[in-house]
């Protein structure tokens, strides 16, 4: 009985064991239906973000057809594949572009991977561009980058490679280029791009000692147009004078505008030419009428020129060196040339100790006048005089303005010995004022055109003659013609102001300058003073001098005192005197003279109050 007992207690329990299983299996059939429900579900939304991407891929692919394609070259870098986009960038099918440029790639793969032997950290080359012509015929800029494929034996068995258009690029880097390396008011080299070029020259040159030359120009007297007549006819004048020079040069020269009227040239096959010819072409062309904003306009250059490998191995000592024999031609009267010479470098250094001494010179009352005495000549009395500046200097002695005022100009010092003048020349008169009674002194200073254009001359006059409680008309100043030449408003209110001090206003070295006949009724001048040039052609043998007739028949017409300068001979004197000219000075009646001995000279004139 226990047994039957056993064995139902076993087949029931298998019968449920049967049933668990069953339920499992439903269970586990019902579980592996959903998963492949879900599994199907994740593919399908797979495929679709495939195909999606696939379609934004040629979408992007279509879009940068105009500035992609590809191509495979084999081993030897002959082109095996080019991609259809490149009709798009170039217009050529890729039959056409396998055809016209596979000797162009080939090219670049060698100079490329072979010769420069230049590969990224992933392996794959440095991208390279090169110029390309499309179908069209207009030239396009490509950007090249090819990846190699090696074999077991590391060997190239194929290059793949992309190429883009750079073109806009390029022209946006070269309009950036000509914005670095070129002058922006001529076109021309500018100093940069005249490092540049000057560099390679040199380095071309380091075995073969070629010869070539720097000039090293400087136009005469360039900044009293820009000053009298504005920096619109002066930049008007560059432009026209270098496109001049530029049709002058050979292609393979070098041409640069280093600054506001310097030019360097570098004559390179020197050899081949007359250099001596070359130079005076150059500066014939400078020396022609330039007619400009109505203007007729006269300029000549001054050159200094210095010969490679002789003169410098160097661009600064090329430089320099021309610089030097430019400063040279300019002290030997302008308007010349001049070949660099070692012993040139004396004389640059006395230039530069020079004007390292000016500075201080002001400061320690190393500069005084000498008077030069105005003769009335009707009555051979002494009226006036005319300040002329001299320097004492400690190592060199006595030095003449003619020394150091161009020194002065060109670095701005001008405007502080010009304060300097007109304070010394208001100091002068209260001193003759206190020493002589019952007479009144005149003066006359010198007053630069850098002094008269850059610098309030109203207020500093103005304060000077209260300071030494002088009456400002015992004071004149000169002004030269290059100043007169501004013909406008702002021109005539700075010397009507002037004027309204009471100041008197002189008319220096008329006739040498500008032509300013037409502006002489319109501008508030008391006195024309006839240069010494003029003075020194009047015929010893009594025969008109018509240039001084008529400058002071056009004096006298204007109300103006006439003044002759430079007076060395007694038939100067009497010539003079039969045309009623007014005043004259110079040697015939004394050099310039110290203080003590002008007033000895002023002491004896029976003009008084």
Not at 151 to 166: C, F, L, T
Not at 308 to 328: F, H, R
Not at 508 to 530: M, Q, V
Not at 558 to 573: I, P, S
Request: hydrophobic letters at 35%.
């Amino acid at each position: 009985m226990q047994e039957i007992a056993l064995l139902d207690l076993v087949n029931k329990t298998y019968d449920k064991m049967g049933e668990t299983q069953e339920i499992l299996e439903k269970v586990i059939a019902e579980m592996t239906k959903g998963k492949k429900k879900e599994d199907q579900l994740l593919k399908e939304s797979y495929l679709k973000k495939i195909a999606k991407a696939e379609e934004k891929y040629h979408s992007l692919l279509m879009k940068l057809q105009p500035y992609y394609f590809f191509y495979t070259k084999n081993g030897d870098g002959m082109l095996t594949y080019v991609s259809e986009s490149v009709m798009s960038m170039l217009g050529f099918t890729a039959e056409e572009f396998i055809s016209y440029y596979a000797d162009e790639f080939m090219y670049g793969l060698r100079s490329d991977l072979e010769t420069k032997h230049i590969t990224s950290e992933y392996g794959y080359n440095i991208p390279y561009e090169m110029a390309i012509t499309d179908k069209k015929g207009e030239t396009r800029y490509i950007e090249i980058t090819e990846f190699p494929i090696f074999d077991e034996h590391n060997k190239i068995v194929e290059i793949e490679g992309i190429v883009r258009d750079v073109t806009e690029q390029y022209n946006v880097q070269h309009k950036m280029s000509n914005m670095l390396y070129y002058d922006t008011l001529t076109g021309i080299s500018n100093r940069l791009h005249l490092e540049v070029q000057m560099e390679k020259l040199l380095l071309d040159n380091y075995r073969t000692r070629e010869p070539f030359a720097l000039l090293f120009l400087d136009l005469d007297h360039f900044k009293h147009i820009n000053d009298t007549l504005g920096h619109d006819v002066g930049d008007t004048l560059l432009q026209k004078i270098a496109t001049s020079i530029k049709d002058s040069l050979s292609s393979h020269d070098i041409f640069a505008r280093i600054g506001g009227d310097e030019f360097v040239i570098v004559l390179k096959k020197i050899e081949e030419i007359d250099l001596t010819v070359k130079l005076h072409d150059i500066m014939d062309r400078i020396r022609q009428p330039w007619h400009v904003k109505g203007y007729e306009l006269n300029v000549s250059v001054s050159i200094g020129v210095a010969l490679y490998p002789e003169d410098g191995t160097t661009m600064v000592d090329l430089m320099k060196n021309a610089d030097i024999a430019m400063y040279k031609s300019k002290a030997i009267g302008r308007d010349n040339f001049t070949f660099y010479e070692e012993h040139f470098n004396t004389h640059i250094h006395a230039e530069m100790h020079l004007l390292q001494d000016m500075s201080d010179a002001i400061d320690k009352g190393q500069f005084f006048f000498q008077y030069q005495p105005k003769v009335d000549i009707s009555k051979n009395e002494v009226i006036s005089a005319e300040a002329l500046i001299r320097w004492e200097h400690p190592e060199m002695g006595l030095i003449y303005p003619n020394r150091f005022i161009d020194l002065a100009e060109n670095t701005g010092l001008i405007l502080k010995l010009g304060r300097w003048v007109i304070d010394e020349a208001c100091r002068t008169i209260a001193w003759f004022n206190r020493t002589v009674n019952n007479k009144k002194f005149h003066l006359s200073i010198n007053i630069s055109i850098r002094q008269f254009q850059h610098e309030d001359i109203y207020t500093v006059l103005k304060n000077s003659i209260e300071k030494y409680d002088i009456d400002a008309d015992q004071l004149s100043i000169e002004i030269t013609e290059s100043i007169m030449m501004e013909n406008n408003e702002e021109m005539a209110a700075k010397l009507n102001r002037i004027k309204s001090l009471n100041i008197g206003i002189s008319l220096d070295d008329f006739g040498t300058g500008y032509s300013t006949l037409s502006y002489l009724d319109k501008l508030s001048i008391d006195e024309l003073k006839i240069d010494k040039a003029f003075i020194q052609a009047i015929p010893e043998n009594g025969e008109k001098s018509i240039l001084v007739d008529t400058i002071i028949t056009m004096g006298k017409t204007l109300d103006m005192t006439v003044v002759a300068e430079g007076v060395e001979h007694e038939y100067q004197r009497d010539y003079l005197a039969q045309r009623s000219c007014d005043i004259y000075q110079g040697y015939f009646f004394s050099k310039p003279v110290n203080k003590q001995e002008c007033l000895q000279y002023f002491q004896t004139s029976h003009t008084t109050i």
